[in-house]
């Protein structure tokens, strides 16, 4: 069965940071476009940031631009965000997701993935 499990969520004052991680089972990660999106309160989820399977593509929305980094490790079937300099702004839940790709070097922003992880909680406040 094909699981995505998140972790590395936690609580940080603003301009920390943290280190999300996702999990990969019951797949090759290398054969899927990985990407983390994020849903606050009372608010439509969005995308942070996706990578493309060969990792050499990546993607961000611009409320996180210069702040965050995605990378994969396809032999390890794990995905990281960094996430520095942190804001209250970026409190949300946040979900990693993948969908199958035949193509190695591209990734999407649009929330249409097939594979979703159970999310994991970034709360950032003095």
């Known amino acids: 069965q094909l699981m995505l499990v998140e972790s590395g969520g936690g609580s940080v004052q603003p301009g920390g940071s943290l280190r999300l991680s996702c999990a990969a089972s019951?797949?090759?990660?290398?054969?899927?476009?990985i990407g983390w999106f994020r849903q606050a309160p009372g608010k439509e989820r969005e995308a942070a940031s996706c990578?493309?399977?060969?990792?050499?593509?990546?993607d961000y929305a611009d409320s996180v631009k210069g702040r965050f980094t995605i990378s994969r490790d396809n032999a390890k079937n794990a995905v990281y965000l960094q996430m520095n300099s942190l804001k209250p702004e970026d409190t949300a839940v946040y979900y990693c997701a993948a969908y199958r790709s035949y193509f190695r070097t591209s990734c999407k922003m649009s929330p249409d993935y097939n594979y979703w992880g159970q999310g994991t909680q970034v709360t950032v406040s003095s």
């Open positions: 990578v493309s399977r060969s990792g050499g593509r990546t």
């Open positions: 019951g797949f090759a990660l290398d054969d899927y476009v």
